[in-house]
């Protein structure tokens, strides 16, 4: 159990240092915006390049791992969003944000930096891999079923443009392509470039972390709904076992990898769904309650799921 901790401690112990910085400085919010452009367009970018870019080509194109990835992320959406629906006599808006609350995970964040503590460089290309195609889905599932709702004023060649836009400029799916490219080819970078990279590589996963923590200080909380229990429930606990059991059901795969996206199943509700929410104004205080519950609840399933895992008390594979 030390070992856990020891894992563990320093990712969470991260966010709450963010946390206490902010609530102890009373920087705005607005602060952070360099450091996030530094996280999001550079460091994290570096991550994936160096790390994709050195992985043999045949593991790049697990395709059947990264469909029952997605299918159980997208599982946990169309179960919350059908029930939403049925209670709120077929609102689509809010039962949108409600599922992707149940199903977008903190993995870009969060992602990365629990994933290569626990399981080492082996688990940079599933991660890689996983937040790719899963942002693409969330990319367009947002703005597809605002638009069912009447919500979203864009026409829909207007729409389809600018979901292509955001798929294909993304940072990290830009930097995971490359990689891809760079592997395929075989492409050797020089060394003081790789060193480079290397350095801000190191640099994502705490610089992501503390951001985290501040963004969480940050944004109060009235009231925690009742319905954060259900959500965070679905989050934390149905989403990694749903990953699980999916990807056993699938296939044979490399242990890491099925570790890695039970992982990042097993993470909080993203930072982006209280943005996605903003953004159309719907379920506002709520999404940021579940972002907020959720990464709380999070140190301690985070927590027991690692030391399950790491204590070889779960088999990688159910259906050997």
């Given at each position: 159990?030390?070992?856990?901790?020891?894992?563990v401690?320093?990712?969470?112990?991260?966010?709450f240092?963010?946390?206490?910085?902010?609530?102890?400085t009373?920087?705005?919010?607005?602060?952070?915006?360099?450091?996030?452009?530094?996280?999001?367009?550079?460091?994290l970018?570096a991550?994936f390049?160096q790390?994709?870019?050195?992985?043999?080509v045949?593991k790049?194109?697990?395709f059947?791992?990264i469909?029952?990835?997605?299918?159980?992320?997208y599982?946990?959406?169309a179960?919350?969003?059908?029930?939403s629906?049925l209670?709120?006599?077929?609102?689509?808006?809010?039962?949108t944000?409600?599922?992707?609350?149940?199903?977008?995970?903190?993995?870009?964040?969060?992602g990365?930096?629990?994933?290569?503590?626990?399981?080492?460089?082996?688990?940079?290309?599933?991660?890689?891999l996983?937040?790719?195609?899963?942002?693409?889905?969330?990319?367009?599932?947002?703005?597809?079923?605002?638009?069912?709702?009447?919500?979203?004023k864009?026409?829909?060649?207007?729409?389809a443009l600018?979901?292509?836009?955001?798929?294909a400029?993304?940072?990290?799916?830009?930097?995971?392509?490359?990689?891809?490219?760079?592997?395929?080819?075989?492409?050797?970078?020089?060394?003081a470039?790789?060193?480079?990279?290397e350095?801000?590589?190191?640099?994502?996963?705490p610089?992501?972390?503390?951001?985290?923590?501040?963004?969480?200080?940050?944004r109060?909380l009235?009231?925690?709904?009742?319905?954060?229990?259900?959500?965070?429930a679905?989050?934390?606990?149905?989403?990694?076992l749903?990953?699980?059991?999916?990807?056993?059901?699938i296939?044979?795969f490399?242990?890491?990898?099925v570790?890695?996206?039970?992982?990042?199943?097993?993470?909080?509700?993203a930072?982006?769904?209280?943005?996605?929410?903003?953004?159309y104004?719907?379920?506002?205080?709520r999404?940021?309650?579940?972002?907020?519950?959720?990464?709380?609840?999070s140190?301690?399933?985070?927590?027991?799921?690692?030391?399950?895992?790491?204590?070889?008390?779960?088999?990688p594979?159910?259906?050997?």
């Amino acid at each position: 159990m030390s070992a856990i901790f020891g894992l563990v401690l320093p990712f969470f112990g991260l966010i709450f240092i963010g946390f206490a910085a902010a609530r102890l400085t009373r920087q705005p919010l607005e602060a952070l915006g360099w450091m996030n452009t530094f996280i999001i367009y550079v460091a994290l970018p570096a991550l994936f390049v160096q790390l994709v870019s050195k992985t043999p080509v045949e593991k790049l194109t697990e395709f059947s791992f990264i469909f029952g990835s997605v299918f159980a992320t997208y599982l946990m959406f169309a179960l919350v969003f059908v029930v939403s629906a049925l209670m709120t006599g077929g609102e689509i808006a809010q039962s949108t944000i409600r599922g992707l609350a149940a199903a977008y995970g903190n993995i870009g964040y969060m992602g990365p930096g629990i994933a290569l503590l626990a399981f080492g460089e082996e688990a940079a290309v599933p991660v890689a891999l996983i937040f790719s195609f899963e942002n693409i889905m969330h990319f367009a599932i947002a703005p597809m079923m605002m638009a069912l709702s009447g919500g979203e004023k864009r026409s829909p060649l207007r729409l389809a443009l600018d979901v292509g836009r955001r798929i294909a400029l993304h940072p990290f799916i830009l930097a995971t392509l490359v990689g891809v490219m760079m592997a395929f080819l075989h492409v050797q970078l020089p060394q003081a470039v790789d060193r480079l990279l290397e350095t801000l590589a190191r640099a994502a996963a705490p610089c992501a972390l503390f951001a985290m923590g501040v963004t969480l200080a940050l944004r109060p909380l009235k009231r925690i709904p009742d319905e954060m229990a259900a959500l965070a429930a679905v989050k934390l606990i149905l989403h990694p076992l749903t990953a699980w059991v999916v990807l056993s059901w699938i296939g044979n795969f490399d242990p890491v990898w099925v570790w890695s996206a039970v992982l990042l199943a097993s993470l909080p509700t993203a930072t982006n769904v209280f943005v996605i929410a903003q953004q159309y104004h719907v379920w506002v205080e709520r999404a940021s309650a579940s972002v907020l519950v959720t990464t709380v609840l999070s140190v301690f399933s985070v927590t027991a799921l690692l030391f399950l895992i790491k204590g070889g008390y779960l088999p990688p594979d159910l259906f050997p």
